[in-house]
């Protein structure tokens, strides 16, 4: 007896999107977990002083920190000029007052999600704002960076983060800020985590597996 | 010494031209520390130390010494807009007579409020007189904010009942370096703190010449006389930081040459004022310190004759020397991360997880919803 596939299958996601995808995710929650015991340190101090407690948590919010802007620079990148336009079609929908309304309609169970990329308008400007948001946690950490390391690549950017903590009113305004966004990725998750859990049930298609294998799986008529 | 020998011959010509000129003391700077029983040793190691804060090699001490009893030929005229007082007071009140509030003594004073005898008019002539005869060549040192709101009325200076703002723009005008002491000339300081009714502003937004600010509430006597002694050397300004400030003093972080940092890395922190960490000498990060976002000497130069610092004492630093450091610092006693935020009195952390909070429920009752909606149709 022969099978008769029923769906097809459609590459959506390219292995490098995929990639950074998770590395950034992993980045994000080593990044929100460190940075909270840097701006209130919640462990008990360790029996000796040899032991770098702050150090070493440090140590691991810079290496997630780098991760993470090289991330954001190649995913920047990718966006503009990735061979793949399945990213950049979504910009006529976030164009559209239509595709919004078709978009917010659907997500209040009113009709199909109808989208010229692979995302909706208002999901589409959701991930502008947190990968800004990224961006400005980048330079902020940087800027952070170059007054703790002194040498090497800190000394390198020493005097645009001198002039950038100029333009923000000083070290602690740059701080504060660091912390505050912190929160935006942080009630990002939920929702997207929920989003990707929901449209795919609501929608009948592949949403969680898509970004660990790439696929997109469609009925055929 | 080689890359400062441009500096050295600067220096050398600079104190050969002030040499010529008349002292204005009658009484030399030698016969001064004879009298007050400071050795030649004593004031050559000054000299040493002052070469060392201003981050000059060792063969500038001689310079330095120089420079120090050519100061009388240096007209200065300080003045004093709204403020406590203080940062005159962290040069002069010593419990003996040192080197540094000597140097200031010895200096050219043509006008200090707290330190001059005269007063009424005769004081309001002496400024205008000193304005007058060393226009272009006075250094100007103004202690305190500006106040701007209603063209300045907030403060009234002297007899003549000029404003502060009318008075430093009048100064500022033929000094040949302008020095603001302390963070309420510097930037504002305290009196600049939201509200600000009065519109208080650091001498740098009330004029349009270059400043160097010395923050600091107040700051040292180090970095007050070594500013003054860099301009007696020199004749120009030092190499200045993000803020004005000069680098030899605010180059570095308190956090970065503070005693206490190997704490801080190892995470040995006081919890409460007075626990056993802190008998111990632990981090006071979480007690409220904000060295990590203060570009200040404390930890090496300490206050009063080096004799401790508010880290030392078991306090940790409120960032006095940063701009807008009552409201950006506060709460003194809690790290910036639990800072009640201006206008909405709560944390970060606590609208963070409000608005958390306010998520999962929309999202709980979506997902409610969801059960109950109509399928798509295929």
Known sequence: MTQVATHHRELIFSPAIRIFHWIRALSIVVLIATGFYISWPFLVAPESSDVLVQGWIRFAHVIFGFALTSVTIVRFYLFFFGRSSIERRSVKDVLSINSWITQIKSYIWMGHLNKAGVYGPLQFVTYVGISLAALFMCITGLVLYANVYHEGFGGLIWEISAWFTALMGGLAQVRIWHHIITWAFIVFMVIHVYMAVWSGIRFKHNSVDSIVSGYDYHKDH | ?378
């Not at chain 2, 500013?227 to 007696?232: A, D, H, S, V």
């Open chain 2, 1 to 378: 010494m080689d890359t400062h020998s441009a500096l050295y011959h600067r220096c050398k010509s600079r104190l050969a031209e002030l040499r010529e000129t008349a002292p204005r003391q009658t009484v030399t700077l030698d016969e001064k520390l004879k009298e007050n029983g400071i050795t030649r040793r004593e004031f050559m190691t000054w000299s040493a130390s002052v070469t060392a804060l201003l981050a000059l090699p060792l063969p500038f001490t001689n310079l330095v010494a120089e420079a120090a009893e050519l100061a009388d030929r240096v007209p200065l005229i300080w003045l004093h807009m709204a403020e406590c007082t203080g940062c005159s007071e962290s040069l002069i009140r010593t419990d003996t007579p040192n080197l540094d509030s000597l140097i200031f003594d010895h200096i050219s004073l043509e006008y200090h409020e707290t330190l001059m005898a005269a007063s009424g008019w005769q004081a309001e002539e002496n400024l205008e007189h000193a304005m007058e005869a060393y226009k272009g060549n006075y250094l100007l040192a103004v202690e305190g904010a500006i106040p701007t709101a209603n063209n300045g009325a907030f403060l009234t200076v002297g007899c003549k009942g000029h404003t502060g703002m009318q008075i430093v723009k009048e100064a500022a005008e033929g000094a040949a370096a302008i020095i603001s002491v302390g963070t309420c000339a510097a930037f504002g300081g305290v009196q600049a703190a939201a509200p600000n009714p009065t519109g208080s502003k650091g001498v740098q937004d009330v004029i349009d010449k270059p400043v160097i600010n010395l923050g600091g509430c107040p700051p040292s006597e180090k970095n007050i006389v070594g500013t003054l002694m860099y301009f007696i050397m020199f004749g120009k300004l030092p190499a200045l930081d993000m803020f004005n400030r000069p680098k030899w003093a605010y180059g570095a972080r308190v956090h970065d040459n503070c005693e206490r940092r190997g704490r801080f890395d190892a995470g040995e922190f006081v919890e409460t004022f007075g626990d056993q960490g802190a008998k111990d000498g632990y981090c006071l990060y979480k007690v409220g310190c904000k060295g990590p976002y203060t570009y200040n000497n404390c930890p090496t130069e300490r206050f009063n004759h080096h004799t401790s610092w508010p880290v030392l004492a078991g306090h940790g630093c409120i960032g006095c020397s940063e701009p807008n450091f009552w409201d950006d610092m506060a709460d003194f006693e809690k790290p910036l991360g639990r800072q009640l935020l201006h206008g909405v009195d709560a944390t970060a952390d606590t609208i963070g997880a409000v608005i958390l909070g306010a998520t999962v429920v929309g999202i709980g009752a979506h997902a409610v919803a969801s059960l109950f909606a109509k399928p798509l149709e295929e």
